[in-house]
T-cell receptor
Framework: EAGVAQSPRYKIIEKRQSVAFWCNPI?????LYWYQQILGQGPKLLIQ????????DSQLPKDRFSAERLKGVDSTLKIQPAKLEDSAVYLC??????????????FGNGTRLTVT | KQEVTQIPAALSVPEGENLVLNCSFT??????LQWFRQDPGKGLTSLLL?????REQTSGRLNASLDKSSGRSTLYIAASQPGDSATYLC??????????FGTGTRLQVFP
């Protein structure tokens, strides 16, 4: 079974620039998550999709972050404009369950973003 | 607000030792608890998932226990090996709510 694919692996941008991350979940997984992991901390949920609908985006800074999941498969996360404090690893995860609450999460390797 | 704490933050042990990693959470009304492993530069790998009605789960040399009433979980690793070196994170979930992660325990097992 192919895992969760993310690209790019690394990205360096200057503050106020924009950046986009891409995620392809495991085939058949209904639920997709984007997490932000700041160095030395545990991951923090930014947004959760069930198929192509948003379930939880309560911790997404909506003034600068946006995400979409077209056709209930791939997803993109965008930051515009970036701030220094956005430097982190952005992790995508997926789970089989349509509710996402009772199945293990499978994570991609993440995108490490550095904002200078 | 649910808070998850992991102690110790870092641990270094010789190969072959049995060890225990601790996770505590402030709100005992959880739906399930998961333990993850994270290798440097990698994503998280799910190790064990314990439902709120369960007391423990086992996978190979790993055993995770859950005591909801006291807000604690432990991950027991038997006969540790250098390949076990990684950061271990626990995460708790309330019903219909997001996973809340701890900050992790960084484990190093030396030969």
């Amino acid at each position: 079974e192919a895992g969760v694919a993310q690209s790019p692996r690394y990205k360096i941008i200057e503050k106020r620039q924009s950046v986009a991350f891409w995620c392809n979940p495991i085939s058949g997984h209904a639920t997709l998550y984007w997490y932000q992991q700041i160095l030395g901390q545990g991951p923090k949920l930014l947004i959760q999709f069930q198929n192509n609908g948003v379930v939880d985006d309560s911790q997404l800074p909506k003034d600068r972050f946006s995400a979409e999941r077209l056709k209930g498969v791939d997803s993109t996360l965008k930051i515009q404009p970036a701030k220094l404090e956005d430097s982190a690893v952005y992790l995508c995860a997926s789970s089989l369950s349509s509710t996402g609450y009772n199945s293990p999460l499978h994570f991609g390797n993440g995108t490490r973003l550095t904002v200078t | 607000k649910q808070e998850v704490t992991q102690i110790p933050a870092a641990l270094s042990v010789p190969e072959g030792e049995n060890l225990v990693l601790n996770c505590s959470f402030t709100d005992s009304a959880i739906y399930n608890l998961q333990w993850f492993r994270q290798d440097p530069g990698k994503g998280l790998t799910s190790l064990l998932l314990i439902q709120s009605s369960q007391r423990e789960q086992t996978s190979g040399r790993l055993n995770a226990s859950l005591d909801k009433s006291s807000g604690r979980s432990t991950l027991y690793i038997a006969a540790s090996q250098p390949g076990d070196s990684a950061t271990y994170l626990c995460a708790v979930r309330r019903r219909n709510d997001k996973l809340i992660f701890g900050t992790g325990t960084r484990l190093q097992v030396f030969p």
